[in-house]
């Protein structure tokens, strides 16, 4: 069974820029989740996607933005870039809400 | 506002020893907790999970136990290897998602 892939596995870009990375769940899973894990920080949530709708968001601001497609691989969208957005962004996906997440190994996002 | 706390980010163990992790959490609703292990340029991957209603979920090395009433859980992995050098997440189930903590970098030591 393929695990969650997720693409580009580095990214730079320069502050003001628009940022798109992408991820694809394990097949058979529905919901994706997207974090950030900023340097010397834990996982912070910032979107949860389940059957094609939006479920919840973190506490970021609205230029983070996401979509999940019909078959369930997602887009994390980050607008006007900032320096502070420099983090690693990974996805999971799961079966159910009981089911544990499975992550990607993420995206390495590198704003100059 | 962060409700799954780990206070130790580091942990130094000698091998063969036990490691013990401590979490901390709020959020009364949480209903399942989990560990998550990760190693450096990979995602997390699951390591044990234990339901609200439990008090202890053991799995070959690895022990979580639960205590509701003072809101905090720990994992206790016996013997520590060295393979099980990596930072270890907790994380909080609720109706809306997982809440994470900062992790706890553990190193083993020969």
């Known amino acids: 069974e393929a695990g969650v892939t997720q693409s580009p596995t580095h990214l730079i870009k320069t502050r003001g820029q628009q940022a798109t990375l992408r991820c694809s769940p394990i097949?058979?899973?529905?919901?994706v989740y997207w974090y950030q894990q900023a340097l010397g920080l834990g996982l912070q949530f910032l979107l949860w996607y389940d059957e094609g709708e939006e479920r919840n968001r973190g506490n970021f601001p609205p230029r983070f933005s996401g979509r999940q497609f019909p078959n369930y691989s997602s887009e994390l969208n980050v607008n006007a870039l900032e320096l502070e957005d420099s983090a690693l962004y990974l996805c999971?996906?799961?079966?159910?809400?009981?089911?544990?997440?499975?992550f990607g190994n993420g995206t390495r996002l590198t704003v100059t | 506002d962060q409700q799954v706390k780990q206070n130790s980010p580091s942990l130094s163990v000698q091998e063969g020893r036990i490691s013990i992790l401590n979490c901390d959490y709020t959020n009364s609703m949480f209903d399942y907790f989990l560990w998550y292990k990760k190693y450096p340029a990979e995602g997390p991957t699951f390591l044990i999970s234990i339901s609200s209603i439990k008090d202890k979920n053991e799995d070959g090395r690895f022990t979580v136990f639960l205590n509701k009433s003072a809101k905090h859980l720990s994992l206790h992995i016996v013997p520590s290897q060295p393979g099980d050098s990596a930072v270890y997440f907790c994380?909080?189930?609720?109706?809306?998602?997982?809440?994470f903590g900062a992790g706890t970098t553990v190193t083993v030591r020969a």
């Open positions: 994380a909080a189930r609720a109706q809306l998602g997982l809440s």
């Open positions: 999971a996906s799961s079966r159910d809400s009981i089911d544990p997440l499975h």
């Open positions: 097949s058979g899973h529905t919901s």
